[in-house]
């Protein structure tokens, strides 16, 4: 069986990026099935930002569009296997209700399945500046066993336009996620 991994886009600007993970995760030879999940006002945010809807997403292969209000799916169980989690972006209301244990959508709740289950989460943070609670929430996800990686696009690579950040910012999640990938643009010192 290949892996299995949950992708969440909430409502902080930066969908390019969740939706350049998406695509090299159902592009993974090694990668079964990708559940999709998108919050309100990240379904808003991906059209105002790549004229992309939900449904465009969900015909990408291996990919399943959950809806975040269904608390009984599979992956808000810690019985259902699956081999990680990454929300890009997170918006800092997300954040907030991880960082507190609220699980009021699927979103906060298959991010909490993953830290009581000790499975990878990582939340790439879409927020700026950050306040006190921020940081505070950081912590205190981070504490829990979740990466806090907050978008912040390198360079090096000498990016010839922004499908190159939004590319080489995914490699980095998916790397944090376990998903062995090849790609051109890491680091070579």
Known sequence: ???RFTLAITGASGSA????????MSASPLVDQVALL????GKRCLLDETGLTPKDLAALPKVSLRDERDLGA???????????????PCSAGALGRIASGVSETLVSRA???????????VLCLRETPLNRIHLENMLRVHDAGAVVMPIMPG???GPKGLDDLFDTFATRVLDQLGLPEADSRR???
């Open 1 to 3: 069986m290949g892996l």
């Open 17 to 24: 990026f969740g939706v350049a993970a998406l695509r090299r």
């Open 38 to 41: 998108l919050s309100p006002t």
């Open 74 to 88: 599979d992956i808000s169980s810690g019985s259902h296997r699956h081999d990680g989690m990454a929300i890009l």
């Open 111 to 121: 991010a909490d399945v993953c830290l009581k289950e000790r499975r990878p989460l």
């Open 155 to 157: 360079f090096y690579s």
């Open 187 to 189: 680091w070579k010192g």
